[in-house]
């Protein structure tokens, strides 16, 4: 079966732009989260949605935000982008949250 | 808080040698832990989770709640086994907390 896919794989911003990040999880997953990629921070924690709901947040700022459609796909949205937040942004589906996560090849954020 | 740590960055051995990689953990409650493999130019991809008790590629990790530690093993290492290493533990819904991971080289 097709794996995670997202897209766009690659993206370059300006600072204060916003952008919006999509991810379509493996078929039959209800459960997307998503984490930043970082050299310096390595692995963060998100958010996490399972069937349009929003679960769990991790420790970043309101400019960093999410949804999830009724077909489980998600998109991430950073506004006001900063220089910081240049990242690989990966996303992961499984079936239900507390099963094998299956991770996507990333979406690399430049901010320029 | 919860937390994941392996203590090296980086860690080099022969094709052949044993092999360990590193993982304490801090966690209030019984840890579900899992170790992460990404190969070069490929996504990140589950190794094994503590559960299953498994052995994958031949590496096994045994949790040890008294020293709060998931150490990846194998006996005899292959230059196809080089590649970054994250440990994670999962907190609530979905939530991973990673390590900063080891990039594991096998020198011929």
């Known amino acids: 079966k097709a794996g995670v896919t997202q897209t766009p794989r690659y993206l370059i911003k300006t600072r204060g732009q916003q952008v919006t990040l999509s991810c379509s999880p493996i078929?039959?997953?209800?459960?997307v989260s998503w984490y930043q990629q970082t050299p310096g921070q390595g692995l963060q924690f998100l958010f996490e949605?399972?069937?349009?709901?929003?679960?769990n947040k991790g420790n970043f700022p309101g400019r960093f935000s999410g949804r999830q459609f009724s077909n489980s796909r998600s998109e991430m949205n950073v506004s006001t982008l900063e220089l910081g937040d240049s990242a690989l942004y990966l996303c992961?589906?499984?079936?239900?949250?507390?099963?094998?996560?299956?991770f996507g090849q990333g979406t690399r954020l430049t901010v320029v | 808080a919860q937390r994941v740590t392996q203590p090296e960055k980086l860690l080099s051995v022969f094709k052949g040698a044993p092999v360990e990689l590193k993982c304490n953990y801090s966690?209030?409650?019984?840890?579900?832990l899992f170790w992460y493999v990404q190969y070069s130019r490929q996504r990140l991809q589950l190794l094994l989770r503590?559960?299953s008790r498994e052995s994958i590629k031949g590496f096994t990790a045994d949790l040890n709640k008294g020293e709060t530690s998931f150490h990846l093993k194998k006996p005899f290492a292959q230059e196809e086994d080089s590649a970054m290493y994250y440990c994670?533990?999962?907190?609530?819904?979905?939530?991973?907390?990673f390590g900063q991971g080891t990039r594991l080289t096998i020198n011929p």
């Open positions: 078929s039959g997953h209800r459960s």
């Open positions: 503590h559960i």
């Open positions: 966690y209030s409650g019984s840890p579900e």
């Open positions: 994670a533990l999962i907190q609530g819904a979905q939530k991973l907390v």
């Open positions: 992961a589906s499984s079936w239900r949250g507390d099963t094998e996560a299956f």
């Open positions: 949605y399972f069937s349009e709901t929003q679960r």
